[in-house]
């Protein structure tokens, strides 16, 4: 049976009560063998303590593992908890129905492990507040805020039913309800960066390309001027923090590296010159494969043949990246449009496979995850280290019966293998 997560046990571990886990096998995020003989102390949230017979207070509680394996909290590094409906269901509500859906989403990627998500495109400032101030359960979020782009670029969700932005521009609800953004010229987004970091925004995130999800930018453009990309990273550093930008395409991606983006969300269909050049810039790529199994709910066929070109694209990266030793790649999934999806989020475990093994993944979803959103700097609004079980890292735990380092599908059964779950300290499901 899962322990209720009370408001008494919240506090008594926010009070300094601490929790003891002994007979794990540990998977520390970073190495390839799981460790034993070491336990795990834990106190007002943090991992104080990873050793041997360790003195521990009076009360502490004690959980024995019984050497299930123990890993870091998981992050998805491309979420989207705002944007589960469909574009039929979504461009026909209100913004409560929007919150309501997200609601139940943020729960049902903690269940799953996720402790961690980047919310990639979606005005989850307000859902973040509520996880954090225990109101709702979900995962740690690292808002974006929305995804800003050009005029005709991935965030203009505009149909032909609206009149041209040249008399009157008429936003689209995703645009209303401050998901996505449409900023043109230095002015215009070095505003809109702005609005976005005073919503709290831990990153920025940019559009310099095509995408499949919307309606009117196929996968070969270029977007943003240099100009203008630089804007977005001026207005961002200013802030001591960084911006990652979605591109599928070579000349997108050089472009955005070349005036100071940290981070590349997709990248399917980038060649050899943009990720050696990557590569010498330190910049991070955080690719999906799970996004581009399924058509995301109210595609249309314009928007069915870009996805699956994109899908195209995803084995010549991964192997190239093996091929010259890149190894900044996040995990994410970027599932959109479906919750139903959301609960199937842990198969891009076994789906990454054919490309990388079994540590490296775990690596992607863990420590690496965790080096890439350190570099929000001090808008990270959760200092510390994450993706890593080791003294003073934060105390994001799971137990698994299973070892994924073996077998990666136990991932994917995560109602059954999942035996705990612990973000912050606070454990929020407990089989054993």
């Known amino acids: 049976m899962a322990l209720i997560l009370s408001s008494a046990a919240v506090a008594q571990e ?110 989850s400032f307000s859902l973040k507040r509520a996880i954090d101030e225990g109101i709702l359960k979900g995962p740690r979020v690292y808002p974006s805020g929305p995804m800003i782009s050009q005029t005709s670029g991935h965030s203009d969700h505009r149909t032909d039913a609206q009149g041209p932005a040249t008399l009157e521009f008429e936003p689209s609800v995703p645009m209303k309800y401050f998901h996505v953004a449409v ?45 203008e990309i630089r804007a977005a990273v001026e207005a961002a550093s200013d802030w001591n923090t960084y911006v990652t930008a979605h591109v599928y395409n070579s000349e997108g991606i050089i472009r955005a590296v070349e005036n100071g983006v940290k981070s590349i969300e997709h990248g399917n269909l980038i060649n050899e010159k943009a990720m050696r050049m990557m590569k010498k810039h330190d910049v991070w790529l955080s690719p999906q494969v799970i996004v581009y199994t399924f058509h995301p709910a109210g595609f249309n066929d314009e928007m069915k043949a870009r996805h699956d070109a994109a899908y195209a694209g995803i084995d010549q990266m991964f192997t190239m990246a093996k091929e010259i030793g890149f190894e900044n790649i996040v995990f994410g999934t970027d599932i959109i449009t479906s919750p139903q999806m959301i609960a199937r989020a842990n198969e891009e475990f076994t789906l990454r496979t054919k490309w990388f093994d079994n540590a490296e993944i775990l690596r992607q979803a863990t420590s690496r995850a965790g080096q890439l959103l350190a570099l929000s700097g001090p808008r990270n609004p959760y200092p510390g280290k994450l993706g890593v079980i080791e003294e003073g890292a934060h105390a994001d735990l799971l137990l698994i019966d299973g070892n994924p380092l073996e077998d990666m599908s136990v991932m994917t059964k995560y109602e059954e293998n999942f035996d705990l779950i612990m973000k912050g300290g606070v454990i929020f499901k407990n089989t054993l």
């Open 183 to 227: 900023a043109d010229g230095r002015d215009e987004i070095l505003k809109t960066v702005r609005e976005v970091l005073r919503r709290r925004a831990s990153q920025i995130k940019i559009a310099v390309g095509g995408g499949t999800g919307s309606y009117a930018d196929p996968l070969d453009t270029t977007q943003y001027t240099a100009d």
């Open 14 to 123: 926010r009070a300094g009560a601490g929790t003891l886990i002994t007979g794990a096998r540990i998977f520390d995020g970073v190495g390839p063998k799981l460790i034993v003989g070491q336990d795990v102390l834990v106190q007002d949230g943090m991992i104080v303590a990873v050793g041997e017979r360790l003195d521990v207070p009076e009360g502490t509680t004690i959980i024995d593992a019984d050497g299930r394996v123990m890993t870091p909290g998981l992050a998805d590094m491309h979420a989207h908890l705002m944007l589960q409906m469909s574009f039929g269901v979504g461009f026909t509500s209100d913004r409560e129905y929007w919150a309501y859906v997200a609601s139940t989403v943020a729960e049902q990627y903690l269940m799953q492990g996720f402790t961690t998500v980047r919310e990639l495109s979606g005005n």
